[in-house]
């Protein structure tokens, strides 16, 4: 140590390096407030990183809840439009035979039909058992089937379900598979309309074919609904269906395109239903309109026999030389319709008279009318005075009878006078 001769310099040495110290302190006093200011903003920057995570977890969720309750209401929307099993009704129609049903595809009318960038209406007539349920079936599932541009929809009209009768549940299934097909349709005034009206809504042609006609009107691309039998609907739901498509399809030009096929059997009356349209509703007629497509329409008949005397003779056994006279006998029979061809086959298939080894002697059984393979049918009834009855209120019947309706106009005999006279004469329900 130092020592100092003046007691003053040695004050003066030791405030100077007290004021030094106390300097250094201050500065390193304001290192540590520094560093503690900035440690306080990272903090704080991480609880508002924390709190943003946390709100944007919240809207997320807000979000998830809000798409899982429209998600609901759709599900439960598609329950409601549920009124038929559609897809099982039109799977109910054999597939066509490979090189049938090409005559109509490639016919003009089709072509043009097909081909319209506007809205546009088809009827296509065809008595009993010229294929236009098969023909229908082939349109949805392999010419006309959905797209990104284009959704295909259908109903298939029958009158042994009361739901496959409905025009009603027609609009219900069309619905359902247009929102399946294409969501973005189904808009949240529109889930809205369903949750307001509850069931009331799914039971209301108009209000129906209202929200079809909204759907179709919001760039929708080109919507294609298929209804097949026509004829078969009930007589208040198809007049329903005529009035909308006079509306649809009059003189009024419409923005989107939304295109109507129908099949019926060429009745009168729903002609009749059209007759405003007549200038505007094309008509192809599967029993053919020219020699040319009768004798396209025969060609294909005759790959039809083909094709099922094919199966038969599997069936049956029968040499190749059996099966080529069974099918000549088949083709060579004038005026051959596809109904014609199932009855003949059915009574063949069932016959004791044609099997392996005595078809030469058989092929006389062969019907060659329609009638004729009715009548064979008819023969096999075990109980031939109940058949002809049942006939008789089959011809007499202003419209086709469900079978319950069948049993009991069977049960009742002139002695009747109540319900009660004849429940016991009515047989079990099917």
């Not at 054999?94 to 090409?102: H, I, M, S």
């Not at 027609?170 to 069931?199: M, P, V």
């Not at 008819?378 to 319950?404: F, G, W």
Request: with cysteine; aromatic share 8%; proline share 2%.
């Amino acid at each position: 140590m130092f020592k100092y001769d003046d007691w003053g310099t040695l004050l003066q040495d030791i405030q100077g390096s007290e004021s030094q110290c106390k300097r250094f302190k201050d500065l390193i006093d304001g290192e540590k407030l520094h560093k503690g200011l900035e440690e306080q903003k990272a903090r704080m920057r991480e609880l508002q990183q924390i709190a943003n995570n946390i709100l944007d977890m919240l809207k997320e969720d807000r979000e998830e809840q809000k798409e899982l309750a429209q998600k609901a209401k759709k599900l439960e929307l598609f329950k409601k439009l549920y009124t038929s099993p559609y897809s099982d009704r039109k799977d109910r129609n054999p597939e066509r035979v490979e090189g049938t049903c090409e005559w109509f595809i490639s016919h003009q009318r089709f072509h043009n039909w097909q081909e319209s960038k506007t809205s546009s209406l088809l009827w296509v007539s065809a008595d009993c058992g010229c294929g236009k349920s098969v023909l229908a079936k082939y349109l949805v599932d392999t010419v006309l089937p959905s797209t990104a541009s284009r959704t295909t929809c259908y109903f298939f009209f029958k009158d042994d379900f009361e739901d496959q009768r409905s025009a009603v549940s027609a609009l219900c299934c069309i619905l359902r598979q247009l929102f399946i097909q294409n969501n973005a349709l189904l808009s949240d005034k529109i889930l809205e309309t369903f949750e307001t009206d509850g069931e009331k809504l799914t039971g209301s042609f108009r209000t129906l074919w209202d929200i079809l006609i909204s759907a179709a009107d919001h760039d929708a691309g080109e919507i294609i609904c298929i209804l097949d039998a026509l004829d078969e609907c009930k007589d208040e739901g198809r007049a329903q269906i005529a009035e909308a498509l006079r509306e649809l399809y009059g003189t009024r030009t419409r923005k989107f395109v939304l295109k109507f096929l129908l099949t019926s059997r060429p009745y009168v009356h729903i002609q009749r239903d059209f007759q405003s349209l007549e200038n505007r509703l094309p008509t192809i007629h599967l029993s053919g309109e020219s020699e040319l497509e009768l004798e396209k329409i025969s060609r294909e008949i005759n790959l039809f026999i083909k094709s099922r005397v094919k199966d038969i003779g599997a069936n049956l056994q029968l040499l190749p030389d059996e099966q080529k006279l069974l099918q000549d006998e088949l083709t060579r029979v004038p005026n051959r319709t596809y109904l014609w061809v199932y009855l003949t086959l059915d009574v063949i298939r069932k016959s004791v008279n044609i099997s392996r080894g005595s078809i030469r002697r058989g092929i006389n059984e062969i019907p060659k009318t329609v009638e004729e393979a009715y009548d064979k049918i008819l023969c096999r009834s075990h109980d031939s005075k109940k058949a002809m009855r049942l006939l008789h209120i089959v011809v007499a019947a202003a419209r086709p009878l469900s079978l319950n309706e069948m049993a009991l106009a069977l049960a009742i005999k002139e002695n009747h006078r109540t319900y009660d006279d004849l429940e016991l004469e009515l047989e079990l329900e099917v």
